[in-house]
């Protein structure tokens, strides 16, 4: 269950951002509202989730510091190599909103 | 002594011949099933790609009419995905998975019995289209509106949807299994880390398909229901959308492309390792990579959508996701060439067929890291270089692992030896046919040629290249045939095969092959990840009866149940026998689906019926033999029988079922939610909701789940019946038409959705209260109880989130 703790929170970012631009273009507001909420948004998102990745793979850390020779060490390893790639991979799917307007088609 | 359990162990475990092996639920002739049948449906999806090639040879060519080309190839891609890549995959973990880790069968024997008739009927019914005439011509992925009556009027789609959510149930069945039998069944001292690749990634394919399926399922019920029905759920004139299907279809699209492919990892990483006689490098990494392919797959489905109008930015997520999942990719990738460098490769025939893979897969991974580009796809979208990279991904990624697994775990299946020069021939044959078809393709895209056309003009620039994808084609197509001849020349003259004829380190070697169907005369003890490297002695050890559960005198299927992680053991699951019930079953599940596709209502409602009541038998003759509670495993143990426990292999597979059945209900309130935010007016005008009735109903039914935890059944049935009858009048008296308006539908599909669990619910209390275990007296009986109040439990809060739904959107949302 700790495997899939740093994926998911990449899959609850991602869903987060997207259901938020979603609404938000369909709201009406006038472009340069949408895209600052929008901006603000994810920046708060992405903020969350990459603050839960980094304790995620310190706990992970931590504990298979603590207990070397255990069998369970093999989770948390594989659970911070997981909190590595889960944040690289939300920062990069946040990125975009900074760098381009929120509705345009 | 061995000889005398050996003997005991097989006439408990097996098949019995003739006619009656069609009662037959072990794992290994089940999974032999699914490999066969998925394979003949590979060469019938082969024979109709030659029809496609065939067509397109030359600029102008008759040979297929229009109608006839727009059914080959959707009949290929329904045929290659749905009948042949997953179920083949599915039958390779079937056979596998138990002998890899140690295990006498799967955990549902009769529920993969079931599966693969399901599977078996679903293709026949669809394919039985092309023999009345109507063969769907929609494409594999059935885009409305081209695929809704007033555009396609006869019963093409209509075979299509039926036939596919009939296959759909073995899919999740099988996955359900499989993911339980790999977290409780491992033999003991297998822990997650000394598990096969080839289980991880069986493990994590099978979680993928119970939350990737059910929309698929769902898109297909809608469908379906608008076509026969009238209910507009995807038509823009009356508040529907088509793209939701869309959405709805990849969402289970898209993973689906991995959850093909990530069990083909898994045969890589298991054939690899053996031939460079090294363990595999970066065991850890690849777990890594197979767990967050499986999550970045989730965040994909857009991709194929970039030309719908979703906002830029919104499309640059999905292109970042996709981009992203090129690194898992490449760190499997990058692990098995480690794995090969570090060791000292045999160039036997399994290996030349992985290298075969990892060229194509790599180079048709790179055309999709191009094509998760926005600005490219929109230059490459619908043309053949689509056609390309998808073939390079899929025939690289999934067909050339197959293949090496056939020949890999031929000799453990025959006990014969492969070919040396024929197998090596069928590789060439098939890989230049291969490269030389699908090569030229992507220019043939470059330069303009649309995908799904049936014929084309001279003077394009199109001919040579489509000339030479024929010819390939064809070549491709004699290495397949020669692949098939030398399989059988093999099984027919090759030479006897020892144990072990690899020289491999995972357990499912250790078994004398040809297989016995009980697989271990007794369930060893895993100290490692290749444990027939570290005890050579490991094999005869088991067969001898050493380890647990050797007992010579057994009268029935005994298997041990461990703990997920450290695989501890923990109680006795007690398997039942070969039986004629789940393809009684599978037959009247027919009936429903036949019904349903010749609109012979009351066919369909005796087909449910009687299906019902194969379930219900299903269920009494399970799970329940008389005394003794515990039995001894050996060295001096004594486990209890599954049926005494809380969390028994039951509850598990419940509770993964309900994780799909709420997926299938996200995408149902995902479809609410979706059409809220882009029908102009929702609800329509004039419709409001009384609230008062479905607000009673949902208290009886919310005091229906605490009566059922104080083990009043009865109490609890009434509580629930009052309730379900309370929101059905609500629904009655609310001037709701389901075919006006797409709100009206969604609503009524909701309700009818909750009711159906509720009635479920009930049935199953009724059976417990029935058997009499629901007394807390019968500590020897905890199992179906636990099982009714989890299913009970969660129907009530599905209810409660329905009526959040319904009557909380749009009411409380911002205008």
Redesign the interface.
């Given at each position: 269950v700790k495997?899939?703790a740093a994926?998911?929170v990449?899959?609850a970012h991602?869903t987060a951002?997207?259901v938020l631009?979603?609404?938000a273009?369909?709201?009406g507001a006038s472009e340069s509202g949408t895209s600052g909420l929008?901006q603000g948004g994810v920046a708060i998102a992405t903020a969350l989730a990459v603050v839960l990745l980094v304790a995620i793979g310190w706990r992970a850390y931590s504990r298979s510091r603590a207990e070397p020779r255990d069998?369970?060490g093999?989770?948390e390893?594989?659970t911070l190599?997981?909190a590595g790639?889960?944040a690289?991979?939300t920062l990069?799917?946040a990125?975009?909103?900074f760098v381009?307007?929120?509705?345009?088609? | 002594m061995s000889a005398a359990l050996q003997e005991r162990l097989e006439a408990v475990w097996r098949t019995p011949p003739g006619l009656r092996a069609l009662s037959g639920v072990n794992h290994s002739t089940v999974g032999l099933r699914f490999i066969l049948t998925g394979f003949v449906f590979f060469l019938i999806g082969g024979v109709l790609a030659m029809l496609v090639r065939s067509q397109l040879s030359f600029a102008g060519n008759t040979l297929l009419t229009h109608h006839e080309y727009n059914a080959a190839f959707t009949l290929h891609g329904t045929a290659m995905m749905f009948f042949f890549a997953v179920p083949i995959m599915q039958g390779f973990a079937i056979y596998l998975v138990p002998k890899m880790i140690g295990a006498r069968d799967l955990v549902y024997p009769r529920l993969s019995a079931f599966g693969y008739w399901c599977y078996l009927f679903g293709g026949i019914l669809l394919f039985s289209s092309v023999f009345v005439g109507q063969p769907p011509t929609a494409g594999w992925f059935m885009y409305v509106p081209l695929s809704s009556r007033p555009y396609t009027p006869d019963l093409g789609p209509d075979f299509w949807l039926l036939g596919i959510t009939f296959a759909e149930i073995s899919a999740v069945a099988s996955a359900i299994e499989l993911a339980v039998a790999i977290l409780k069944t491992r033999a003991p001292g297998m822990t997650l880390d000394r598990m096969p690749l080839f289980v991880w990634a069986m493990l994590v394919t099978a979680l993928m398909i119970v939350f990737a399926f059910p929309p698929l399922i769902l898109g297909g019920i809608l469908l379906e229901v608008e076509r026969a029905f009238g209910l507009p759920y995807f038509d823009t004139t009356r508040g529907g959308d088509a793209l939701l299907w869309q959405h709805l279809f990849w969402f289970f699209g898209h993973p689906e492309v991995y959850l093909i492919f990530l069990p083909a990892t898994g045969i890589v990483s298991a054939i690899v390792p053996t031939f460079a006689q090294r363990p595999m490098a970066g065991y850890r990494w690849i777990v890594l990579s197979l767990v967050s392919t499986a999550f970045l797959s989730f965040g994909l489905w857009v991709h194929h959508m970039y030309a719908t109008g979703i906002p830029l930015l919104a499309l640059s997520f999905f292109s970042a996701a996709s981009l992203a999942v090129a690194i898992p990719a490449g760190i499997q990738v990058f692990a098995w060439i480690a794995t090969l460098w570090n060791g000292r490769p045999v160039m036997s025939v399994p290996l030349l067929y992985v290298l075969g893979f990892i060229f194509i897969f790599v180079l048709g991974g790179l055309t999709g890291v191009m094509l998760a580009m926005v600005p490219f796809d929109w230059q490459a979208h619908d043309t053949q270089f689509v056609v390309a990279h998808l073939h390079y991904v899929l025939f690289g990624g999934m067909v050339f692992p197959l293949l090496a697994g056939l020949y890999y775990w031929l000799p453990l299946v025959s006990g014969r030896q492969i070919s040396k020069s024929g197998s090596r021939l069928a590789f060439w044959l098939t890989f230049i046919g291969f490269n030389l078809t699908f090569l030229p393709m992507h220019v043939t895209g470059l330069v303009g040629m649309p995908r799904r056309v049936y014929t084309y003009a001279e003077g394009l620039g199109w001919e040579t290249l489509n000339l030479a994808s024929t010819v390939g084609g064809f070549l491709t197509a004699v290495g397949i045939g020669a692949f098939l001849i030398d399989i059988v020349l093999s099984l027919r003259f090759g030479k006897p095969a020892p144990r072990n004829v690899w020289g491999a380190g995972t357990l499912e070697w250790s078994i004398d092959s040809p297989v016995p169907s009980y697989n271990f005369a007794s369930q060893p003890v895993i100290e490692d990840r290749e444990p027939l490297w570290r005890d050579a002695a490991l094999a005869e050890r088991t067969q001898r009866g050493e380890f647990f559960l050797g007992d010579v005198k057994v009268a029935r299927r005994e298997m041990l149940v461990t703990s997920t992680r450290a695989a501890h053991p923990d109680h006795v699951v007690v398997l039942p026998g070969n039986t004629w019930i789940p393809l009684v079953a599978a037959v009247f599940t027919g009936f429903f689906f036949l019904g349903v596709l010749l609109k012979t209502y009351w066919f369909a409602a005796l087909g449910l019926f009687l299906a019902t009541g194969a379930f219900v038998l299903w269920a009494w003759r399970g799970g329940r033999d008389p005394d003794p509670y515990a039995v001894d495993i050996g060295d001096d143990r004594r486990l209890r029988l599954h049926y005494a426990n809380v969390r028994s292999p039951g509850w598990w597979g419940t509770a993964l079922a309900l994780a799909a059945d709420a997926t299938l209900f996200a995408s149902l309130a995902f479809a609410y939610l979706f059409l809220w935010t882009v029908s102009p007016e929702w609800p329509p005008a004039a419709r409001t909701l009384g609230w008062i009735g479905p607000a009673v109903a949902l208290a009886l039914i919310a005091m229906s789940s605490a009566a059922l935890f104080l083990r009043a059944y009865g109490t609890a049935i009434a509580l629930a019946l009052i309730g379900g009858a309370v929101e059905i009048a609500a629904l009655v008296t609310t001037p709701l038409s389901a075919t006006r308006h797409a709100y009206d539908a969604l609503v009524i599909t909701i309700w009818i959705f909750a009711l159906v669990h509720l009635a479920i619910a009930v049935l199953m209390a009724a059976f417990v209260k029935a058997r009499g275990s629901n007394a807390a007296s019968t500590v020897h009986h905890r199992a179906e109880p636990a099982v009714t109040a989890l299913f009970w439990h969660y129907t009530v809060a599905q209810w409660a989130v329905a009526f959040v739904v319904v009557h909380g959107f749009p009411p409380l949302a911002l205008p």
């Open positions: 495997l899939i994926p998911a990449w899959l991602f951002v997207y631009l979603s609404l273009c369909r709201s929008v069998t369970d093999f989770i390893r594989v190599l997981a790639l889960s690289l991979a990069w799917v990125y975009p909103a381009l307007p929120a509705c345009a088609v | -």
